[in-house]
Each structure stands twice: as structure tokens, then as C-alpha cells.
């Protein structure tokens, strides 16, 4: 069984940052992507950040390049998101996700199995 448990969120002055955390379990690490997608209330969820395993590749959504940083420890089978710079409109649940493959075109598609959610709430 598949089991991403991520961790980390919390409150935040805007311009603050934040480190979140996804714990995988029941998956060959090494060789999936996992990744990091957020829903806003009222909001449809957005992909924000994936890496994969394979072959060390990130992917960033617009809003968050130069700001997030994805990365993987192959070691403990977790991936992390530092968030830095946080903004008001990256409050958010954010989510886990996984994947055995990513098109490099598609990258936030094809997510297999999903984590429940850590928020993230940024104050002005």
C-alpha cells in the first residue's frame, strides 16, 4: 500500500518561509516522481512543484519558480518543499502526490496516489 504522509505546514507572516515534508512508503522510490500541489479554497488544485527520482529532473509552476525549492533524499524516502518569500496567495492545502512516470511536457499529470493534505496559511 502506498502511503505519502506529508507534514510541515503552518502559519506564516507574509515574506516567512516554510519547509514541508512528504514521507513515502509501499513505493520504489528511486524510481518515481513525487510531487507538490496546492488548493486554495474556492480554487481548483494546481500543480506546484515535481522531481523525479529517475533522473533528478524539477518542475515549478510559474508562481512559485525562484521561490520553492524541490528536493528528494533518496535515503529516507522523502522529498521536501522549502518555501521561501511566502506569499499571501500561496495559502493553501498542500498536497503529495506520486507518480511512476511524468512527461517532462506534463509534468504536474499523472499523479497515481495522493497524501492528505498539510495546510499552509500565509498572513499579510
Known amino acids: 500500500e502506498v502511503q505519502l504522509q506529508a507534514s510541515g505546514g503552518g502559519l506564516v507572516q507574509a515574506g516567512g518561509s516554510l519547509r514541508l515534508s512528504c514521507a513515502a512508503s509501499?513505493?520504489?522510490?528511486?524510481?518515481?516522481?513525487l510531487g507538490w500541489f496546492r488548493q486554495a479554497p474556492g480554487k481548483e488544485r494546481e500543480g506546484v512543484s515535481v522531481?523525479?527520482?529517475?533522473?533528478?529532473?524539477?518542475y515549478y509552476a510559474d508562481s512559485v519558480k525562484g521561490r520553492f525549492t524541490i528536493s528528494s533524499d533518496n535515503a529516507k524516502n522523502t522529498v521536501y518543499l522549502q518555501m521561501n518569500n511566502l506569499k499571501v496567495e500561496d495559502t493553501a492545502v498542500y498536497y503529495c502526490?506520486?507518480?511512476?512516470?511524468?512527461?517532462?511536457?506534463?509534468?504536474?499529470?499523472?499523479?497515481?496516489?495522493w497524501g492528505k493534505g498539510t495546510q499552509v496559511t500565509v498572513s499579510s
Open positions: 502526490a506520486a507518480a511512476q512516470y511524468v512527461s517532462s511536457w506534463y509534468p504536474f499529470e499523472g499523479m497515481t496516489d
Open positions: 509501499g513505493i520504489t522510490f528511486d524510481d518515481f516522481a
Open positions: 522531481i523525479s527520482n529517475t533522473d533528478g529532473s524539477t
